[in-house]
T-cell receptor, first 114, second 116 residues
Framework: QKEVEQDPGPLSVPEGAIVSLNCTYS??????FMWYRQYSRKGPELLMY????GNKEDGRFTAQVDKSSKYISLFIRDSQPSDSATYLC??????????????FGAGTRLFVKA | GAVVSQHPSWVICKSGTSVKIECRSL??????MFWYRQFPKQSLMLMAT?????????EQGVEKDKFLINHASLTLSTLTVTSAHPEDSSFYIC????????????FGPGTRLTVL
């Protein structure tokens, strides 16, 4: 079983739709939860990060973490064609040897049709 | 967010040659540099972690003699792919980090390596 599971999609929605992206994880030691957006042939761009369970909102984006269920979500309201990209969930935990390690989901490819 | 640059952005080389990729942290001093590799339609896989002035720590399955990492300064780290083979063709991405300076990880724009 992978530490982080994410449906690779692709997910195709019409412009203006609400998009829901999700990841599940198995390691209860994960402390930080992030969502990145990656356009083709570009590096990942940080969208949201959270530390605890609950919701965090930033503009059209809302990140949700449910530690009891080991489930995180990213919601995109009023989706735009420019939101078309691959969305990666990521989570990090401290390492026994010091520092931390971040594990990434496989990424969900999103297409928003005009 | 952090400002990170990588050079070159893309490179094509012949099998057996070595390629050096530079990563610069432009707006903060990075005590730690993470190097990732991403194959097409796959997620980022951590290759190694380097701390400034120390030897890099490599993840299981990553050959330290093939992927040479130098982190000689707080703003520059290099990854050298030695004796590159077609299976090394990938997207290489760096991520500088300093505890207390960045709240989470930011990434460089990536370097696409194609080995013929």
């Amino acid at each position: 079983q992978k530490e982080v599971e994410q449906d690779p999609g692709p997910l195709s929605v019409p412009e203006g739709a609400i998009v829901s992206l999700n990841c599940t994880y198995s390691n209860s030691a994960f402390q930080y939860f992030m969502w990145y957006r990656q356009y083709s042939r570009k590096g990942p761009e940080l969208l949201m990060y959270t530390y605890s369970s609950g919701n965090k909102e930033d503009g059209r984006f809302t990140a949700q973490v449910d530690k009891s269920s080991k489930y995180i979500s990213l919601f995109i309201r009023d989706s735009q064609p420019s939101d078309s990209a691959t969305y990666l969930c990521a989570m990090s935990a401290s390492r026994e040897t010091g520092g931390f390690k971040t594990i990434f989901g496989a990424g969900t490819r999103l297409f928003v049709k005009a | 967010g952090a400002v990170v640059s990588q050079h070159p952005s893309w490179v094509i080389c012949k099998s057996g040659t070595s390629v050096k990729i530079e990563c610069r942290s432009l707006d903060f001093q990075a005590t730690t540099m993470f190097w990732y590799r991403q194959f097409p339609k796959q997620s980022l896989m951590l290759m190694a972690t380097s701390n400034e002035g120390s030897k890099a720590t490599y993840e299981q399955g990553v050959e330290k003699d093939k992927f040479l990492i130098n982190h000689a300064s707080l703003t520059l780290s290099t990854l050298t792919v030695t004796s590159a083979h077609p299976e090394d063709s990938s997207f290489y991405i760096c991520s500088p980090y300093t505890s207390g300076k960045t709240d989470t990880q930011y990434f460089g724009p990536g370097t696409r390596l194609t080995v013929l």
